[in-house]
């Protein structure tokens, strides 16, 4: 099982910026690939980015490339999420994911991330 902690949402105007952070811990962080959802109210949750086990690849959804930057250490078991230039389409609660343990890849995919964070609300204020 791996457990997973999202912090960072919060309130700011357009164009500002938030960083989400995403802990992770009960099995070992650096065996999965990890991404980031987010869900606005009465839509489905998308895709925002994916990243692999080792950081070589990572992959973003058209509407964030640019702005939105995912990265990951490994030795703090923590997955990030800089936001910039936010807009207020950008509202919605954020979700990380776990991927497919020992996965070398990257999948956009929402049906290939077992492991769901809580999640952390992002409010952008026109």
């Known amino acids: 099982q791996v457990q997973l902690v999202e912090s960072g949402g919060g309130l700011v105007q357009a164009g500002g910026s938030l960083r989400l952070s995403c802990v992770a811990s009960g099995r070992t962080f650096s065996n999965y690939p990890m991404g980031w959802w987010y869900q606005a109210p009465g839509k489905e949750r998308e895709f925002v980015a994916v990243?692999?086990?080792?950081?070589?690849?990572?992959a973003y959804a058209d509407s964030v490339k640019g702005r939105f930057t995912i990265s990951r250490d490994n030795a703090k078991n923590t997955l990030y999420l800089q936001m910039n230039s936010l807009k207020p389409e950008d509202t919605a609660v954020y979700y990380c994911a776990a991927g497919k343990e020992y996965y070398r890849g990257t999948s956009t995919g929402r049906r290939d991330y077992d492991y769901w964070g809580q999640g952390t609300q992002v409010t952008v204020s026109s």
């Open positions: 990243i692999s086990w080792n950081s070589g690849s990572t």
